[in-house]
């Protein structure tokens, strides 16, 4: 009986294998890049309205965030301040600039200034600012070192699995509470080490963060 | 020659040796090796019969129909299924448990009756497994679409993923999974194996090029040499052993989907033995109710014989039995334990629940019906085995509905009570699968030896080595056994069976 098949088709199945090899290296390289965490919001800077700079109120005069973001302590939604709060200041200073004007058209028309959200929780998480914030999780856990940003860009990827990171092992991050808002701050400046200090405030304050799919899919 | 004709033909009221150590031949007919191969080999290359294409063209559409059902839920949202609270698992969780149990009976065919050396496993053995992979196929289809968000899918898989998601391993749920699709890969390993002799045989016989170079595939280089057979009897024994576990796990783990949870009627330590002992009975009417129809339309009575149908009752009222005390030990639990939630859910099941006619359908299929199987005339017509097999099939069906539905719409919480009502979707959807099991099967008869060719040559005398033909002369003067519902069969070489 004849060959059914030629004799080319003896180094087919390797070759074969190795068109694999590379078809799957080209998979895992994509799958890489465009799904894993690298591939998030992470670096969005979107043009706000006036440009407002944090490197200047925050870092340069000092201000602390709950000046402007008041209710971060208080309230699930941490908030964007109104614009009689920037009034507060600028009824005095910088008056003749043309983004303050801005901001007086805003206070006298009560028609609010449009800023652009940075930082985007999902629909479908529950996550509650005051709760984090209270834990002792400081801001720059989260929104990095803000009082060095002219414009705020999302410093961390704010994935899911960046998430469960930080709940998985919450003493990595906590600080006492009057060291939230403090961004430079570090465990080193008390001369203690992160670790060792976040297990204590851990134990004492008894923070154990849900890691169920519950504990923000609810 | 006197004394040889002496001893060959005692004289009457002797006791006649021949008889007595006579086992009913597995091939009737003293067919031989050749005849075997093409009695085989032509269910593929004769064409096929107008039952064949009466039976594809439905079920074709059929699989449409499954298809476009399953295409309206993935686009729509899981909610066009009946499933919502209180019953959140409804028709979709009980096709796939009905689904998964009918495959057992291949794997309890194919590997713990080869490794206990069951010789009439083999004229059994391809068609059952065929039909255990086909009706895996359909069961793996409706948990993967309850779930909802098919694309998720995956998370069921323990990948490292960005999301940092990794499976709970205390869930039975998610050793379902691995219990299902270890399952399915074994099968299709084992039934690919057994199938390799027998696709260089097609390979060897059909002259159409396409078809030639596709069995040598998948042949992967046969030609039936010492060592060849050698190297593949060892890898069937270690797939059987491999498989053998499978029989017992696979619906044990699909049993403590319900077991371990803490809802009346399903938190019961009877579940595992009696979702497996089910599960086989299911399975063994399934592989029934497809190869009686099929003998009988190619004309494989020598090959898969009575003697194979009586075995196959046998399981099914032993398996039946064993399911039925289950149900009743079921009952007596409930009361017996005190328990008061668990009582009051057998009594919602047994006595003024709204579907009590499931459960009494549901006894009456598996438990009632195939104790016709104690007796030998109706394990011998065809029309009874038919109409039993039948029962079971319906009856596994509603015993699954009844453990879901009857239990989750009859919770703790009487506020939270509610009937459930399957919408068309998923009423298409199940009839939709019957359609693609059969479709699947139909193909199956269409393109691949629907019986073991080399396997059954090995249960024939003449694969013993100490075969002696003479004797094989001597003792086809005792005419095969013959049955009344059997009537294509007539026993004796007048049949036909030369010895060559």
């Known amino acids: 009986m004849a060959n059914i098949f030629p004799r080319w088709t003896n180094t087919l199945p390797l070759k074969l294998l190795i068109a694999l090899g590379f078809v799957g290296a080209a998979v895992a390289a994509g799958v890489t890049y465009y799904v894993t965490q690298e591939y998030t919001n992470k670096g969005y800077m979107p043009s706000q309205p006036i440009p407002f700079s944090h490197e200047l109120h925050a870092g340069q005069v000092g201000l602390d965030c709950r000046y402007c973001h008041s209710f971060v302590e208080q309230s699930g939604h941490a908030n964007v301040p109104s614009s009689n709060t920037c009034w507060n200041c600028h009824q005095h200073v910088k008056t003749n600039s043309p983004q303050i004007a801005k901001i007086k058209e805003s206070v006298e028309t009560g028609k609010p200034l449009q800023w652009v959200k940075v930082h985007k929780v999902p629909d479908y998480a529950y996550f509650n600012h005051s709760v984090h914030v209270n834990s002792g999780v400081s801001c720059v856990s989260c929104h990095g070192k803000i009082n060095e940003m002219p414009v705020v860009f999302q410093d961390q990827s704010q994935s899911m699995g960046w998430c469960l990171d930080c709940h998985r092992a919450p003493e990595n991050h906590l600080r006492p509470l009057d060291k939230i808002t403090n961004l430079n701050w570090t465990a080193k400046d008390a001369g203690r080490e992160q670790k060792e200090m976040g297990e204590k405030l851990k134990a004492a304050w008894k923070i154990n963060p849900p890691e169920n799919c519950a504990g923000c899919h609810r | ?500």
Not at chain 2, 151 to 170: E, T, V
């Open chain 2, 1 to 500: 020659m006197a004394t040889a004709e002496a001893h060959d033909h005692p004289p009457a009221g002797a006791p006649s040796r021949a008889k007595v150590l006579l086992r009913e031949p597995l091939v009737l007919n003293n067919r031989n090796y050749s005849w075997i191969t093409n009695k085989i080999a032509s269910v593929i290359e004769e064409p096929q019969p107008l039952l064949w294409w009466i039976l594809i063209v439905p079920s074709f559409f059929l699989t449409l129909i499954m298809v476009g059902c399953f295409t309206y839920l993935i686009s729509t949202g899981v909610g066009v299924w009946g499933p919502n609270q209180p019953a959140a698992w409804g028709w979709d969780i009980t096709n796939f448990v009905f689904w998964i149990g009918i495959g057992h009976a291949g794997t309890l065919i194919s590997a713990i009756l080869y490794l206990t050396r069951q010789k009439w496993r083999t004229a059994v053995n391809r068609s059952a497994e065929a039909m255990t992979i086909f009706a895996v196929m359909c069961a793996g289809l409706f948990p993967a679409l309850h779930v909802g968000r098919v694309w998720m899918a995956w998370f069921l898989a323990p990948i490292p993923n960005s999301n940092q998601i990794w499976q709970n391993f205390k869930s039975p749920l998610l050793w379902d999974v691995f219990a299902v699709s270890t399952y399915f890969t074994v099968s299709v390993i084992f039934w690919f194996l057994g199938l390799v002799p027998d696709l260089a045989t097609m390979r060897d016989r059909t002259k159409h090029p396409v078809k030639r170079t596709l069995y040598a595939l998948f042949a992967l280089g046969w030609r039936g040499g010492n060592r060849q057979w050698r190297h593949y009897e060892i890898a069937y024994g270690l797939l059987a052993a491999l498989s053998t576990p499978l029989v017992l796990s696979v619906h044990t783990v699909v049993s403590f989907d319900f077991a371990t949870s803490v809802v009346p009627g399903w938190h019961t330590t009877i579940f595992p033995p009696y979702f497996v002992a089910g599960a086989i009975f299911g399975g063994f009417a399934m592989v029934l109710t497809l190869m009686i129809p099929v003998r009988k339309i190619y004309g494989l009575q020598d090959l898969f014989t009575m003697k194979h149908i009586d075995n196959m009752s046998k399981i099914i009222v032993l398996t039946g039995t064993i399911v039925g005390y289950a149900y009743l030990m079921e009952l007596f639990i409930a009361w017996y334990s005190g328990s008061l939630f668990e009582f009051d859910a057998f009594k919602w099941r047994i006595l003024y629940g709204p579907y009590t006619w499931a459960y009494y359908g549901m006894f009456f299929c598996n438990v009632i019906a195939p104790q016709a199987f104690w007796f030998k005339k109706c394990r011998e017509n065809l029309w009874v085995v038919m109409a039993v097999c039948m029962c079971v099939n319906a009856g596994m069906w509603y015993e699954r509905f009844v453990i879901i539905v009857t239990t989750l719409t009859r919770d703790f919480l009487p506020g939270a009570w509610d009937m459930y009502h399957p919408s068309w979707v998923e009423i298409w959807s199940f009839i939709g699968t019957f359609g693609f099991f059969t479709m699947l099967f139909l193909l199956f008869l269409r393109y691949l030896p629907v019986i073991a060719i080399g396997e059954v040559k090995a249960v024939l005398p003449e694969a013993d080595p100490h075969f002696n033909p003479k004797l094989k002369e001597r003792d086809a003067v005792v005419p095969a056994p013959t049955y009344d519902g059997d009537y294509e069969h007539t026993g004796g070489r007048a049949a036909g069976g030369a010895i060559s």
